[in-house]
């Protein structure tokens, strides 16, 4: 077998432009860089997107962190990320300053095609679309001259692009709703239906929904009575908990601990309450 070659020259640039990296919006979109291209490195991850409908790609925890509370916020309808500044010396018109000579390849020569960790896609409240460009660090990173550097010529990219671009770093982020999101997150990219038609399985979900309103029983002995009821495998009821959750049909507060101990009462489900059913459910937490 052929040993892959991690040198940069202009046959890889035209080729990974061929193959149409960094370009194309929501599904279609390809990332410049994907986890096959550098198999050795630690912590890489490849997740499904709700957002996008696609497989995104990742090397940090905190990378994919920041991507779970994108994929979450309903504002967002576009996540691209490892976006190439394939332009960047066109979009920059002076660069004598920046130093772009540190970013090459040592043996060929070819200079890098730097990238910005997530280009994000908003729709505001007026039905337009604005753009966010994030940078995500370790903050243990920023004192290193050449991450500066870099973050420097990001900067001023995105700034005469006209979009709003920031560093996010680990000390940023708020672990315990990524955490949370992330424990609901596959449920929503699952197609098991457990053997039953789509028509069976939506009735599953409004059947669990409606055993949380006004119940005294804890989450976790609700989910396993329903699963004992309908004679359903050991973990069903707790996936359709989870898509509820997914699907904000059950409002939980993302920003604490889940605790399946508290009971059916103290979670918040918006298509009751707002049809004038019980006042008193508090937001779950």
Known sequence: MAKRSN???SNKLNRWIK?????????EYKPWLTVQDFPSMGRVTRVFG???QRIHHFFSDTQLKYFYLLDWEERVIDIREHYPLIDLEVVLKDTS??????????KTKEPYILTTTFLITLLNSDGKKSFAARSIKYASELSKKSTIEKLEIER????VQGIDWGIVTNKDINDVRAKNIEWVHSAMNS???NGLSKAEFDDLFDGILYRFIDNKQSIKNIIAGFEKDYSLDVGMGLLLFKRLVAEKRIVLDMDKPINLSQTGKSVYIPEISDKGGNNDVKVYG
């Open 7 to 9: 040198d940069w020259d």
């Open 19 to 27: 193959e149409g990296r960094g370009q194309g919006e929501g599904k």
């Open 50 to 52: 709700w957002t996008t």
């Open 97 to 106: 300053d920046l130093r772009l000579g540190k970013f090459i390849d040592r």
């Open 156 to 159: 001023r990219y995105w700034k």
């Open 191 to 193: 197609d098991d239906c």
